[in-house]
């Protein structure tokens, strides 16, 4: 049995409440940061103007609000989690790496920290799954019942 497989297994028998609970706040989160990324159309046309790549920023701006939008839903309800985890990271790791390229791991910017910290949740959540209180993990009930 491999690693993920094991905490999977560990999780299902424990039923960790709180995971469960930050899972949902994780998905909350995510889904109102796409509100106020959709919402601030002013800095998202300013992203725009200052790319070299214009076709491809508003491309990207659709992509990560469509992300947001929709993943922060899917994990707050605990359907297709991982899949919509997937769709978040590299948005995640866009904002720490990328986005604020100035600043450092050891930086105090409230904003910086809170891009990192999320994406460290998402990365926890992509690996223990969706947990006892998801919707997947009623299909996996269902699934089994009618075997």
Do not use: C
Request: no cysteine; charged share 10%; aromatic share 18%.
């Amino acid at each position: 049995m491999n690693w993920v497989q094991q905490v999977d297994q560990w999780q299902h028998e424990h039923h960790p409440a709180l995971y469960d609970a930050g899972r949902m706040v994780l998905g909350l989160f995510i889904f109102y940061k796409g509100l106020t990324f959709i919402a601030d159309t002013s800095g998202l046309a300013q992203i725009i103007q200052n790319s070299q790549f214009q076709f491809v920023a508003l491309g990207l701006a659709h992509y990560v609000a469509f992300a947001h939008l929709v993943g922060g839903l899917l994990i707050a309800l605990g359907l297709i989690t991982r899949v919509a985890i997937a769709f978040q990271i590299p948005v995640l790791v866009g904002a720490v790496f990328f986005f604020n390229p100035g600043q450092g791991f050891f930086s105090v910017d409230p904003q910086f920290a809170l891009s990192l910290f999320t994406l460290l949740a998402l990365i926890f959540f992509f690996v223990g799954g969706s947990g006892y209180y998801s919707v997947d993990h009623k299909f996996k009930m269902n699934e089994r019942r009618m075997k």
